[in-house]
């Protein structure tokens, strides 16, 4: 079949009627992929936009829902708002973690990047314009987060010329779980003909389908007898205490607030508050030893995710030029409870000399040696952005801004023992935990400043032919300071346990050499050739880079990594044939990724991740997608894509110095190793059949996801012990109607209940317990009914 992702299908015409006629021009979706509205037919970039009906019948209303409509488009997952995003494979596996590399992809809020040091934000999705997803590097335009692609999220706009509103009322089961159930609604207030406000809101609650199931466990818990001898002393915990069926629970709440103001014809004011608080419970990945979305947990798990972002846009003429101002600031709170007891039981078999499980208290009495983990990160995002378009009517047009933003992550990470700070016996390390009961801990915080001046011009060289080209010059300064370690760590002068969480410091950004401060500059570039052959038929080609900044890394002796880059070479269509009934659009490219920067947690660092620049990758890509309506009201569409991702160097392992050491012949992954996450094939595709039944407009639709196979790790030896996820297909069904504004929707997703594995992973260091690996499934079947009110 034909692979991967421009505009999606489902955009030709909603309405049931006798004849629906052609696809006409007013079926494109308008997009701003280069801050200009512009039909998606005319946008030289391989971009898939799902509109907003497209999104209404998917059923969509989170990240995961919406990125299984999007071919070109990878992603790992810990569960709600614990997600990173990847684009054509471009992924080492460990982007975007709390102290590892920025994100590959970007992603935008309407006019405001959002992207965020540590995951992905998961935004509601309601009453939302469209989800544009640019392909390839657009640094060009949107900056230094966007180095394998772009995910903006494009909101509905106060609307002065009429009232409008919706409510929706959504209820449903997993097939194995719990029921769910979500309230959603908008209203669209004109205050006066140039003034209206926009208020939007929702709750949602997902049930569970995951069941912790009871288990206990022994410790052998080696430690000296006294004599130099080491010695078993076996304790058993069990984890009844946390028992519990459909335990991985969700709830969503939050709201959105618009105001438009048009100052006169030429100049409009919109400012923006929204907020959403999320918490879910649990684990949303199974282990396939305990059994079919099972887990055997040993610690209380949550994650909660609470943010508000304010932004505000002024869009206005200076002559026949227009100018746009957008600003913006998010604070994003997260604050996450998981079980690290794996490390544990790994360390308490493979290291018995580390003495990690063998703990008493003053009394004699044991110490349950099970570890967990408390993270806190509270980011703010502070971005500015002022851009000038000259007149799109014009031979030759320009795009030129300026643009700032400065990111913190302040994190509190702790891998702890409950009742450890009590502990008396001095086998372990040197018998003293680094703050309350916390046996490693991080507290440190993370600024980034980026400084940038872009410009894009295109000049028709003739009435058909197009020649566009642009370059970004940016600065970076990345800094890192705060404590990371055991209590060993401490720097000389420094009392462990600390008094106060800020008491210590061996993260610094002190004198030139300290390895905590990471700043660079630099450019990025883009030449396209649009050859407009006729209104219907239109074929590009690209040559763009991208940049992501260097940063730096805990460990003293472990290097600052630099920058990574990639280079995208391209060749495009977008067709429409037989009077616009058949669309056909697609693209085929090839991407050098150089120095990519990747996570690995060193042998023998107590399971400190470090960030390496791992050598080079390349990538081999096909996406295309196909939209056909071959008779009235039924419409049908294919879209995917084909992405081979390989390191194109060998990846050294990592020798004593902790840094990567090629020297010895040692390869953690040679040339040619699949890089992760990414499968080669991912096809999506929907049938739609409308038609009228009495007087109500009539729909059965049904979709169906195909992907393949897909490794988990880039080094060779993390991926054979946690192995690949396999291929699978789902496929989802819904029939329904509307009638004088009342819409009535049965849906049913993942119908044959297929335990898709969209990625393998591991709470702590594969290297040390990767035999415990988890999946992260595609949701198990859900049956579901929605209900509609537009006024």
């Not at 030289?44 to 969509?60: G, M, R």
């Not at 609307?159 to 029921?179: T, V």
Request: net charge negative.
């Amino acid at each position: 079949m034909l692979i991967a992702a421009s505009a999606h299908a489902e955009d030709a015409p909603q309405t049931a009627l006798p004849d629906a006629g052609p696809v006409s021009q007013g079926s494109d979706i308008v997009v701003t992929a280069q801050k200009r509205n512009e039909s998606i037919q005319r946008v030289p970039i391989s971009l898939q936009a799902l509109s907003s009906a497209n999104l209404e019948q998917h059923q969509v209303q989170a990240f995961d829902d919406y990125a299984k409509q999007l071919p070109s488009v990878s992603f790992q997952s810990f569960g709600p708002g614990q997600s990173q995003l990847f684009f054509r494979g471009i992924t080492s596996g460990g982007d975007g973690l709390p102290f590892g590399a920025l994100p590959t992809s970007g992603v935008y809020l309407d006019e405001t990047p959002v992207t965020t040091i540590g995951a992905l934000l998961d935004v509601h999705i309601y009453d939302v314009a469209r989800v544009e997803a640019l392909s390839g590097p657009q640094g060009t335009l949107y900056g230094a987060s966007s180095l394998s692609g772009t995910l903006r999220i494009i909101t509905n706009k106060p609307d002065p010329s009429k009232f409008s509103g919706s409510i929706d009322l959504q209820g449903g089961k997993f097939g194995k779980g719990d029921a769910s159930g979500s309230v959603e609604g908008y209203v669209n207030i004109p205050l006066n003909d140039r003034m209206a406000l926009r208020a939007v809101g929702w709750y949602d609650h997902e049930g569970g389908y995951i069941d912790n199931t009871p288990k206990s466990r022994t410790y052998q818990r080696w430690h000296d007898d006294g004599t130099g001898t080491y010695v078993a002393s076996p304790y058993v915990a069990n984890n009844s205490a946390f028992v519990k069926n459909n335990f991985n629970d969700v709830d969503t709440y939050g709201g959105r607030v618009a105001l438009g103001i048009d100052l006169d014809d030429d100049w409009t004011i919109t400012p923006q508050l929204i907020g959403q608080y999320q918490k879910s419970h649990g684990s949303f990945l199974y282990d396939p030893n305990a059994g079919d979305l099972e887990v055997h947990d040993f610690a209380p798990e949550f994650n909660k995710d609470e943010w508000y972002q304010a932004a505000l846009t002024v869009q206005g003429k200076v002559g026949d030029w227009d100018l746009l101002y957008s600003g913006g600031y998010m604070d994003r709170k997260i604050r996450t409870a998981a079980d690290y007891s794996y490390y544990t039981v790994a360390y308490d078999a493979l290291y018995p000399e580390s003495n990690t499980a063998y703990f008493k208290d003053a009394a004699g009495n044991d110490i349950n040696p099970t570890q967990y983990f408390s993270g806190s990160q509270n980011l703010t995002k502070q971005t500015h952005e002022l851009r000038v378009n000259s007149p799109a009517n014009k031979p030759f047009r320009m795009t030129a801004g300026l643009f700032y933003q400065r990111q913190t992550n302040l994190s509190t990470l702790s891998y702890y023992v409950p009742g450890i700070s009590g502990n008396v016996t001095t086998d372990w390390w040197n018998g003293t935990t680094v703050y309350g009961d916390s046996i490693f801990l991080t507290r440190a915080r993370i600024v980034d400043r980026d400084y940038a001046m872009f410009a894009q011009a295109s000049y028709d060289i003739t009435p058909s032919l197009t020649l566009t080209g642009g370059v970004r010059g940016f600065i970076y300064r990345n800094t890192l300071n705060g404590y990371s370690g055991f209590s060993f760590n401490a720097p000389d002068g420094c009392t462990v346990p600390m008094a106060t969480l800020d008491a210590c410091t061996n993260l610094d950004t002190g004198s030139a050499g300290s390895g905590k401060k990471a700043t660079g500059s630099g450019e990025t570039h883009k030449i396209n050739l649009t050859w407009q052959i006729d209104p219907d038929h239109m074929v590009y080609a690209t040559y763009s880079t991208g940049f992501r900044p260097g940063g730096n890394n805990r460990r003293a002796s472990v290097k600052p990594y630099g920058p990574d880059t990639l280079d995208n070479f391209e060749l495009g269509w977008k067709t429409s044939w037989l009077n616009r009934r058949l669309r056909f659009n697609g693209a085929v490219y090839y991407e050098r990724w150089k120095d990519l920067q990747y996570a690995l947690v060193l042998v023998g660092s107590g399971g400190v991740t470090n960030i390496y620049n791992a050598g080079n990758a390349r990538v081999y890509g096909v996406e295309a997608d196909i939209q056909a309506i071959p008779l009235s009201g039924l419409t049908l569409s294919v879209s995917g894509a084909y992405n081979n991702a390989a390191l194109s160097t060998d990846f050294c392992a990592i020798g004593t110095d902790g840094n990567p050491d090629c020297s010895t012949g040692n390869i953690a992954a040679p040339k040619g190793t699949r890089l992760p996450v990414q499968p080669r094939i991912k096809i999506t595709g929907t049938a739609r059949y409308e038609f009228a039944l009495g007087d109500v407009n009539a729909f059965m639709q049904g979709s169906v996801l195909r992907q393949s196979s897909s490794t988990s790790f880039l080094s060779v030896e993390d991926n054979a012990t946690v192995g690949n996820s396999g291929g699978f297909t789902t496929a989802d069904f819904a029939i329904g109607g509307s009638k004088n504004g009342t819409s009535v929707e049965l849906f049913i997703q993942n119908a044959f209940d297929e335990r898709g594995s969209l990625s393998h992973n591991v709470f702590t260091a594969p290297t040390t317990s990767g035999q415990f690996y988890r999946i992260y499934p595609v949701k198990p079947q859900y049956f579901g009914i929605k209900v509609g009110r537009k006024f």
